[in-house]
């Protein structure tokens, strides 16, 4: 069992920046893949970056240049960093764990981006 806790979720205005962070525990390897998901209102979850284990990164196409997906394994934690946040980046923000056949996800995170 994977265990994931997000934080650093909030209000900023648009142009700003935000980090979140999400600690992993329990039966946690760094042979795994860590991502983060968004949900935003009537919509369905999307992919927003992924870190594989040697620190290969995919972003979608609509954060690529602003955000910054990172991991510090012997913290078991991943790092979001969000920079130039527009309004349309508004929603929940999930971490994810991959490991085989494991699939552990977050309770989410808001952001919130509005003047």
């Known amino acids: 069992q994977v265990q994931l806790v997000e934080s650093g979720g909030g209000w900023v205005q648009p142009g700003g920046s935000l980090r979140l962070s999400c600690a992993a525990s329990?039966?946690?390897?760094?042979?795994?893949?860590m991502g983060w998901y968004r949900q935003a209102p009537g919509k369905e979850r999307e992919l927003v970056a992924v870190?594989?284990?040697?620190?290969?990164?995919r972003y979608a196409d609509s954060v690529k240049g602003r955000f910054t997906i990172s991991r510090d394994n012997a913290k078991n934690t991943v790092y979001l960093q969000m920079n130039s946040l527009k309004p349309e980046d508004t929603a929940v923000y999930y971490c994810n764990y991959r490991r085989g056949s494991l699939d552990a996800w977050g309770q989410g995170t808001l952001v919130t981006v509005s003047s």
């Open positions: 870190i594989f284990t040697a620190g290969t990164t």
């Open positions: 329990g039966s946690i390897s760094s042979s795994s893949i």
